[in-house]
């Protein structure tokens, strides 16, 4: 339930975590300073639950005793606090700790959480954090020692997922915890966040009594039309002004300070200058509000005054558990019936509906709100999280995961918090509903220098679009695009399959609707004989019914309605797209109404999109007086049914599951090549090979050669004919410089080739750079493909694989996937190449090992895992040999970055 890391310097200065509440809390590491607050905790604990830790009737604490407590150095002795409170008034209310047992991996863990605020869950979130420090300091065992009628801690461990071992005597329970095995654990915490995350958001849409501070008199001010939008929606709670400059506002009783309202407050908006927004907020905190939002501007998005202030802002939520939506945000809505808060100062008055909004700029959400309005496209929540200093995407998404209202959700994003986390929580919600996205910012995040191909062709917005599609998450490019795909998916059902059948009144568009399907991934397929006799029946002989189905200009409504009928009744189609372009010889609102009746009397489950083209001022009326929601051109109409066929695709495939290589020994490895004393950044080209082989992945036969006869004789004993390489840790492109020589036949062509290999490199002015050649011999008849991993600065370690050789940057076939992959990855991975028929067999050529080639892409990315220090890592090429061979790597890179503090 971690929410998010801060650091100064080089240490953990603060995590903040959710509790089941839905509050936040802060962790941080216990400092030496600590000491009077652990003493004022010890004795606030009660005689029981000192009892309960010490397991004896303790009474007094030593100041050794709190020097040894908060002198702690790790990993011989560690511990997190939980802290409420700013800085002097800053009090402990819990600490979990542990004790490196000698001479072993296994600690001993020790727990305390002071008496009235037991049953939150801060004992598990101090148990998961504990953890992840530990095995950032290679502790793989816990061990406790819990008293039998301390039944709240034996519950921490029991309900933790981690795999335990738990044995009974004398009236207290031993356990030893399997910190490394976190499988079940992992699926534990991710459910015990979602409720955490999801009761936050909870309280700040369903709130019964608001606080607005900052209302004003004035309807054109930031609170004054917030404060009216309250009372025109019918607001189903109690709200309150709160402004010390009047009393009243729109008449109603105003307040001159929160804190003189007279009864309890769930939702506090703030609406005041940036300057006076701590001020107000420690008002709040003494209230007992829980739940900010701060519509104020004048933070991070204001330069560096405004950045520190909201640092300052961020560290006194945290150190009062409030959860903040803000700042610089357009406020919060929630449409339901039972609800209806419209905390925000939209003048729009946004229509009820099925989907949810998230937006990260408060003016977009304005211009969300107007468009969906425009289109009658309804709301059930929107959310703006503007700088987002803690409720966003994630919150949301997690609350909007089990909203019965909350059918699709759309999100604009500038920035991500945790992309990984975020992956997580959306790949689990897509198999449910889905997720449309428009992520702003598609620039570089940062210059990459070209170490390799892999770090040369990825980008921050490659790790966007692998995130998103591994997820299921629709992205779009433009707003438009967004709301097309929520019209389709919020009205339509999801497409069983690719097959379109295209029925229209004008000939060009649906040629246009048929080349749009073509672009965008579906198929036009003939009509069957049947379904074209079918309509031959009542249209016209000009008519043509093969698919597009053109009814010519002067098709009357009756033979829309009977031939949407034929078509739907199709077995060989899997959707309908009806375009109309409205002649003098009908009228819209008739063929309008001869749709809906065929689609009343339609009991099926295909999607009908329609699209008439002609102008919004029209079309508004066909959607009232039918009820449709027709496009107005055929391309969109096709590229909104091809984003909900592709959602249909995710939806229903397996979501995959880890892979795991039970044979491989991770411990020997982590010895011979990252033990202490091991060289770090690049690794010799025979070394790379030699780890690659340890994890399962085949290598070519490598040998080394200082010089021309020792490269002979390495020939020899390799069997003709070979390759030269050069032999360096620095040179990246070997072919550039002329590194390489190949097809050597005999042991004199090989002394000249190493000599001429020497020559060039010498020319290239990088003769310091060679330490010899290395021997391989000649691997035939493969495709040459690449395997690579780069580690982006947020999204974290990318896998990319493609067609390799020399070309890859050029070309540029490849595809990127977020790190850690599972078993169904890779398929998708490679059939996303322009490629990939080479391997299936193109044009007699024998098809490759494409099993094999996902194999070694699934223990590529097992080595990146067991092994996080690997910065970049690639094979280039992997040579994919004929079906049942296998593949082989032919030469690869790997960088080893120095170590680091572990990054707990």
């Given at each position: 339930m971690a929410v998010e890391k801060r650091r100064e310097g080089g240490g953990p200065e603060s995590i903040e975590v959710i509790l089941r509440t839905g509050q936040s809390l802060k962790l941080r590491p216990i400092r030496p300073t600590d000491r009077q607050k652990l003493r004022d905790f010890f004795y606030r604990l009660s005689p029981r639950t000192r009892y309960l830790r010490f397991q004896y009737a303790k009474e007094h604490i030593t100041e050794e005793e709190l020097k040894y407590f908060t002198e702690v150095t790790p990993p011989a002795r560690y511990a997190y606090v939980a802290a409420i409170g700013e800085a002097e008034k800053e009090q402990i209310v819990a600490v979990a700790r542990w004790d490196l047992l000698p001479g072993t991996s296994n600690a001993e863990v020790a727990f305390t959480v002071e008496d009235n605020i037991q049953l939150h869950g801060i004992g598990t979130l101090l148990l998961e954090e504990l953890a992840k420090a530990a095995l950032s300091y290679g502790i793989t065992l816990f061990r406790a020692q819990v008293l039998e009628e301390n039944t709240r801690m034996l519950e921490v461990f029991d309900e933790s997922g981690f795999r335990f071992k738990k044995a009974f005597s004398e009236g207290v329970y031993h356990y030893t915890i399997d910190l490394k095995d976190q499988e079940e654990y992992s699926k534990r915490q991710a459910y015990r966040e979602h409720i955490a995350r999801s009761e936050g958001v909870r309280k700040l849409l369903n709130p019964k009594r608001v606080a607005i501070i900052g209302a004003s008199r004035s309807p054109e001010s930031v609170g004054g039309a917030l404060f009216r939008n309250m009372l025109r929606d019918g607001f189903r709670g109690v709200v309150f002004p709160v402004n010390p400059k009047t009393d009243s506002i729109a008449g109603v009783l105003s307040y001159p300070t929160v804190l003189?309202?007279?009864?309890?407050?769930?939702?506090?908006?703030?609406?005041?200058?940036?300057?006076?927004?701590?001020?107000?907020?420690?008002?709040?905190?003494?209230?007992?509000?829980?739940?900010?939002?701060?519509?104020?501007?004048?933070?991070?998005?204001?330069?560096?005054?405004?950045?520190?202030?909201?640092?300052?802002?961020?560290?006194?939520?945290?150190?009062?558990?409030?959860?903040?939506?803000?700042?610089?945000?357009?406020?919060?809505?929630?449409?339901?019936?039972?609800?209806?808060?419209?905390?925000?100062?939209?003048?729009?008055?946004?229509?009820?509906?099925?989907?949810?909004?998230?937006?990260?700029?408060?003016?977009?959400?304005?211009?969300?709100?107007?468009?969906?309005?425009?289109?009658?496209?309804?709301?059930?929540?929107?959310?703006?999280?503007?700088?987002?200093?803690?409720?966003?995407?994630?919150?949301?998404?997690?609350?909007?995961?089990?909203?019965?209202?909350?059918?699709?959700?759309?999100?604009?994003?500038?920035?991500?918090?945790?992309?990984?986390?975020?992956?997580?929580?959306?790949?689990?919600?897509?198999?449910?509903?889905?997720?449309?996205?428009?992520?702003?910012?598609?620039?570089?995040?940062?210059?990459?220098?070209?170490?390799?191909?892999?770090?040369?062709?990825?980008?921050?917005?490659?790790?966007?679009?692998?995130?998103?599609?591994?997820?299921?998450?629709?992205?779009?490019?433009?707003?438009?695009?967004?709301?097309?795909?929520?019209?389709?998916?919020?009205?339509?059902?999801?497409?069983?399959?690719?097959?379109?059948?295209?029925?229209?009144?004008?000939?060009?568009?649906?040629?246009?609707?048929?080349?749009?399907?073509?672009?965008?991934?579906?198929?036009?397929?003939?009509?069957?004989?049947?379904?074209?006799?079918?309509?031959?029946?009542?249209?016209?002989k000009a008519a043509a019914v093969a698919n597009p189905v053109d009814m010519i200009a002067t098709a009357p409504p009756e033979s829309f309605r009977r031939a949407l009928e034929v078509m739907l009744g199709d077995p060989d189609l899997d959707s309908v797209i009806l375009i109309y372009i409205p002649p003098l010889v009908t009228k819209p609102e008739d063929i309008a109404s001869s749709v809906k009746a065929a689609l009343e009397g339609y009991r099926g489950d295909k999607p009908v999109v329609t699209c008439f083209m002609m102008s919004q001022a029209t079309m508004e009326g066909i959607r009232k007086e039918a009820g449709l929601r027709p496009f107005v051109f055929p391309e969109d109409a096709?590229?909104?049914?091809?984003?909900?066929?592709?959602?249909?695709?995710?939806?229903?495939?397996?979501?995959?599951?880890?892979?795991?290589?039970?044979?491989?020994?991770?411990?020997?490895?982590?010895?011979?090549?990252?033990?202490?004393?091991?060289?770090?950044?690049?690794?010799?080209?025979?070394?790379?090979?030699?780890?690659?082989?340890?994890?399962?992945?085949?290598?070519?036969?490598?040998?080394?050669?200082?010089?021309?006869?020792?490269?002979?004789?390495?020939?020899?004993?390799?069997?003709?004919?070979?390759?030269?390489?050069?032999?360096?840790?620095?040179?990246?492109?070997?072919?550039?410089?002329?590194?390489?020589?190949?097809g050597l036949a005999t042991a004199e062509e090989v002394k000249k080739a190493f000599s001429g290999i020497q020559l060039r490199v010498e020319e290239a002015g990088m003769l310091d750079e060679m330490q010899g050649v290395i021997v391989q011999p000649m691997i035939k008849g493969g495709q040459e493909m690449i395997i690579g991993m780069s580690v982006d600065p947020l999204?974290?370690?990318?896998?990319?694989?493609?067609?390799?050789?020399?070309?890859?940057?050029?070309?540029?076939?490849?595809?990127?996937?977020?790190?850690?992959?599972?078993?169904?990855?890779?398929?998708?991975?490679?059939?996303?190449?322009?490629?990939?028929?080479?391997?299936?067999?193109?044009?007699?050529?024998?098809?490759?090992?494409?099993?094999?080639?996902?194999?070694?892409?699934?223990?590529?990315?097992?080595?990146?895992?067991?092994?996080?220090?690997?910065?970049?890592?690639?094979?280039?090429?992997?040579?994919?040999?004929?079906?049942?061979?296998?593949?082989?790597?032919?030469?690869?890179r790997v960088y080893i970055r120095a170590p680091e503090s572990p990054a707990f």
């Amino acid at each position: 339930m971690a929410v998010e890391k801060r650091r100064e310097g080089g240490g953990p200065e603060s995590i903040e975590v959710i509790l089941r509440t839905g509050q936040s809390l802060k962790l941080r590491p216990i400092r030496p300073t600590d000491r009077q607050k652990l003493r004022d905790f010890f004795y606030r604990l009660s005689p029981r639950t000192r009892y309960l830790r010490f397991q004896y009737a303790k009474e007094h604490i030593t100041e050794e005793e709190l020097k040894y407590f908060t002198e702690v150095t790790p990993p011989a002795r560690y511990a997190y606090v939980a802290a409420i409170g700013e800085a002097e008034k800053e009090q402990i209310v819990a600490v979990a700790r542990w004790d490196l047992l000698p001479g072993t991996s296994n600690a001993e863990v020790a727990f305390t959480v002071e008496d009235n605020i037991q049953l939150h869950g801060i004992g598990t979130l101090l148990l998961e954090e504990l953890a992840k420090a530990a095995l950032s300091y290679g502790i793989t065992l816990f061990r406790a020692q819990v008293l039998e009628e301390n039944t709240r801690m034996l519950e921490v461990f029991d309900e933790s997922g981690f795999r335990f071992k738990k044995a009974f005597s004398e009236g207290v329970y031993h356990y030893t915890i399997d910190l490394k095995d976190q499988e079940e654990y992992s699926k534990r915490q991710a459910y015990r966040e979602h409720i955490a995350r999801s009761e936050g958001v909870r309280k700040l849409l369903n709130p019964k009594r608001v606080a607005i501070i900052g209302a004003s008199r004035s309807p054109e001010s930031v609170g004054g039309a917030l404060f009216r939008n309250m009372l025109r929606d019918g607001f189903r709670g109690v709200v309150f002004p709160v402004n010390p400059k009047t009393d009243s506002i729109a008449g109603v009783l105003s307040y001159p300070t929160v804190l003189d309202v007279p009864v309890d407050i769930d939702l506090a908006v703030v609406v005041v200058p940036a300057e006076h927004v701590p001020a107000v907020v420690d008002q709040c905190a003494q209230k007992g509000i829980g739940t900010l939002v701060v519509i104020s501007a004048g933070f991070g998005e204001s330069g560096p005054e405004g950045k520190e202030r909201e640092r300052q802002l961020r560290e006194k939520i945290l150190s009062y558990g409030i959860r903040v939506v803000g700042p610089n945000c357009l406020g919060v809505l929630n449409n339901s019936p039972d609800v209806r808060l419209n905390a925000t100062f939209s003048p729009v008055i946004a229509p009820s509906g099925n989907l949810s909004i998230g937006s990260q700029s408060g003016a977009l959400g304005l211009a969300l709100l107007d468009h969906a309005k425009s289109i009658d496209l309804g709301i059930s929540s929107f959310v703006s999280f503007g700088n987002r200093i803690d409720i966003a995407t994630d919150d949301l998404l997690e609350y909007w995961e089990d909203d019965k209202n909350t059918d699709v959700i759309v999100l604009y994003q500038e920035s991500f918090g945790s992309p990984r986390k975020f992956g997580r929580i959306a790949k689990r919600i897509s198999h449910k509903k889905p997720i449309i996205a428009v992520k702003a910012g598609r620039s570089l995040v940062g210059a990459r220098a070209a170490t390799s191909h892999t770090g040369a062709l990825a980008a921050s917005d490659v790790a966007v679009d692998a995130l998103f599609r591994q997820a299921g998450v629709i992205r779009v490019t433009t707003i438009e695009e967004m709301f097309n795909a929520a019209e389709v998916l919020t009205h339509q059902p999801l497409p069983k399959g690719p097959r379109v059948g295209i029925l229209t009144n004008a000939g060009g568009p649906g040629v246009l609707a048929a080349d749009a399907c073509e672009g965008f991934g579906l198929k036009v397929p003939p009509l069957s004989e049947e379904t074209q006799a079918r309509l031959r029946e009542f249209l016209p002989k000009a008519a043509a019914v093969a698919n597009p189905v053109d009814m010519i200009a002067t098709a009357p409504p009756e033979s829309f309605r009977r031939a949407l009928e034929v078509m739907l009744g199709d077995p060989d189609l899997d959707s309908v797209i009806l375009i109309y372009i409205p002649p003098l010889v009908t009228k819209p609102e008739d063929i309008a109404s001869s749709v809906k009746a065929a689609l009343e009397g339609y009991r099926g489950d295909k999607p009908v999109v329609t699209c008439f083209m002609m102008s919004q001022a029209t079309m508004e009326g066909i959607r009232k007086e039918a009820g449709l929601r027709p496009f107005v051109f055929p391309e969109d109409a096709v590229q909104a049914l091809s984003l909900s066929y592709t959602y249909s695709l995710y939806k229903h495939r397996a979501e995959g599951s880890p892979v795991r290589f039970p044979e491989l020994d991770t411990d020997s490895i982590r010895a011979a090549v990252f033990g202490e004393g091991a060289e770090r950044g690049w690794m010799m080209p025979e070394a790379a090979l030699d780890l690659l082989k340890q994890y399962g992945i085949k290598a070519v036969e490598t040998r080394v050669a200082m010089d021309a006869d020792a490269a002979a004789r390495a020939a020899s004993e390799l069997g003709f004919p070979v390759v030269l390489k050069v032999r360096s840790r620095r040179i990246v492109h070997k072919t550039d410089i002329g590194g390489i020589a190949v097809g050597l036949a005999t042991a004199e062509e090989v002394k000249k080739a190493f000599s001429g290999i020497q020559l060039r490199v010498e020319e290239a002015g990088m003769l310091d750079e060679m330490q010899g050649v290395i021997v391989q011999p000649m691997i035939k008849g493969g495709q040459e493909m690449i395997i690579g991993m780069s580690v982006d600065p947020l999204f974290g370690p990318l896998i990319m694989t493609g067609l390799g050789g020399v070309e890859v940057e050029l070309l540029k076939d490849v595809s990127f996937a977020i790190h850690p992959l599972n078993d169904i990855e890779p398929e998708r991975m490679l059939t996303q190449l322009k490629s990939y028929p080479l391997l299936k067999g193109y044009r007699g050529r024998p098809p490759r090992d494409i099993a094999g080639l996902k194999d070694t892409i699934l223990r590529f990315s097992a080595l990146i895992e067991d092994f996080p220090e690997l910065e970049t890592i690639e094979i280039n090429p992997l040579m994919v040999l004929g079906e049942g061979k296998g593949s082989v790597a032919v030469d690869a890179r790997v960088y080893i970055r120095a170590p680091e503090s572990p990054a707990f």
